[in-house]
């Protein structure tokens, strides 16, 4: 059988919400089906399996050229080491992303910039991250190698923080980590989350960056 780029995407949508929303273990496939408007029967001749779509929705985020291709089908659970490989490499954009100072220890990336990467980042990656920990239970490994980096997240936030307050880029603060939460979930809110709130009302990916980047720039201007 054949499917769509279009109709493969939108299982992959529908997918990725209804696992982050009720995780893995509560989602049948009948409700991925309905919610992406096929037949149950088309669900389980397109994928092998539940596993199968949950694997389908990690990679299809963390690698973009993988809808951009005709898949094969029945889609079948992808290797945990083309998941793990993947994985490794969106880190390590998130990485490069948040190295904002250079050898000297000289600002390179200023407080908007780092936000507008970050919340770039966020809207591409999101979805696989979050179902990521969502559904750690069935995902060990990536788990395993996806929540030491996003704590580590929070450490370097919270630093940077400080360095662009001590700089006069961003107004004077107090409890940091609670900014580095605020700071997150406004990021994560407008790149994904609002539009897996609000399905039917979805917000143009960038009308949802230009909203988030006011609202951060008058929530932590000096004056």
């Known amino acids: ?58 990679y299809a985020t963390l690698d973009k050229s993988y809808l951009a291709e005709e898949v094969t089908l029945p889609i ?32 390179q990336k200023d407080f908007p910039d780092l936000m507008g990467d970050l919340v770039d980042l966020f809207a591409d990656y999101l979805l696989a991250l979050d179902n990521i920990e969502k559904n750690r239970g069935v995902l060990e490994e ?7 980096r996003k704590a580590a997240y929070f450490k370097e936030l919270e630093s940077h923080l400080a360095l662009y307050m001590e700089k006069g880029q961003i107004r004077t603060l107090t409890n940091l980590y609670s900014h580095v939460l605020y700071l997150t979930n406004t990021l994560t809110w407008w790149a994904l989350n609002s539009n897996l709130s ?15 980047m006011g609202i951060l720039q008058r929530a ?4």
Do not use: W
């Not at 054949?2 to 299982?11: D, E, G, M, S």
């Open 1 to 58: 059988m054949k499917l769509t780029n279009a109709r493969l995407q939108k299982i992959y949508l529908e997918a990725g919400r209804l696992f982050e929303e009720k995780g893995y273990a509560n989602t049948k496939m009948a409700e991925i089906a309905k919610a992406a408007g096929i037949a149950v029967g088309t669900m389980y001749s397109a994928f092998t399996g539940k596993d199968a779509v949950l694997s389908f929705v990690i």
């Open 198 to 212: 609000f399905p039917n009302q979805p917000i143009p990916r960038d009308v949802s960056r230009e909203t988030c």
């Open 76 to 107: 079948r659970p992808i290797e945990s080491g083309h998941l793990l490989e993947a994985l490794r490499h969106v880190i390590d954009i998130f990485d490069a992303t948040l190295c904002v100072t250079d050898t000297e220890g000289n600002i």
């Open 142 to 148: 990536l788990a395993g190698e996806y929540l030491p």
């Open 220 to 223: 932590y201007a000096i004056g």
